[in-house]
């Protein structure tokens, strides 16, 4: 039976990785970027590319009212990024409703061109804080979408119990580790393949390709 799912794509190292998961677990895939006012917009066109290139049909869609919600410093130039954990509260990295909307957005799309698989590369093993990359809402969440679309969607989270050194080998495994790591944008700031190196994400990044390296090397 002829399967297709749907990756929501944002075109760092997760979502890339998850793309090139869906390509060898389903028959057809398609890819679903956003731009949400995100100041690394930049992202998007990297997605736009890789997709080309490995022949998966792509679209974004315009979810710029996201940013108009709240502000923090993803979207608002004016606030300074924080670059670590806050001892209280969620970092000002964290973009209220994003994956909430994203996900209802993607379900509704997926539903119109007969998808009902849908891909993310949340991740509750290594993340900033944020509540929408748990596992408990993907399900409650997934739950949701079914019954408020009277549908049966399944959301897969193929990173989800995977830190990044993992996701780093899952990479690796299905070939594309070259292209995930030269090519993806993860950098808050806008800067492909390293990136910056201080914000959150890049130091994220960058632990897991150096314990990943390491362990790589140890091995032979």
Not at 8 to 21: A, R, V
Not at 61 to 70: A, E, R
Not at 91 to 115: D, K, M, Q, W
């Amino acid at each position: 039976m002829n399967s297709s799912a749907l990756v929501i794509l944002s075109g760092g190292q997760d979502s890339t990785t998850c793309l090139f998961w869906a390509k060898r677990h389903f028959d057809e895939v398609r890819a679903l970027s956003f731009t949400y006012g995100q100041l690394h917009a930049r992202e998007v066109e990297i997605a736009e590319d890789i997709c080309r290139e490995a022949g998966i049909p792509f679209e974004k869609k315009d979810v710029s009212f996201i940013s108009s919600l709240s502000h923090c410093s993803l979207t608002d130039a004016s606030i300074q990024m924080d670059t670590a954990q806050p001892a209280a509260g969620l970092p000002n990295t964290f973009v209220p409703g994003r994956n909430l909307f994203f996900l209802s957005v993607a379900a509704i799309y997926a539903r119109e061109h007969g998808i009902h698989q849908l891909v993310t590369g949340v991740s509750q093993t290594d993340f900033s804080g944020y509540p929408d990359c748990r596992d408990s809402f993907i399900r409650s969440l997934n739950v949701t979408l079914n019954l408020a679309l009277d549908d049966q969607f399944v959301i897969h989270t193929p990173l989800m119990w995977l830190d990044k050194c993992q996701t780093w080998a899952l990479a690796d495994e299905l070939g594309v580790f070259e292209l995930v790591r030269r090519r993806t944008l993860t950098c808050y700031r806008g800067v492909p393949g390293d990136g910056c190196g201080h914000c959150p994400a890049c130091k994220l990044r960058r632990r897991g390709l150096e314990e990943y390296l390491h362990r790589k090397e140890t091995a032979m």
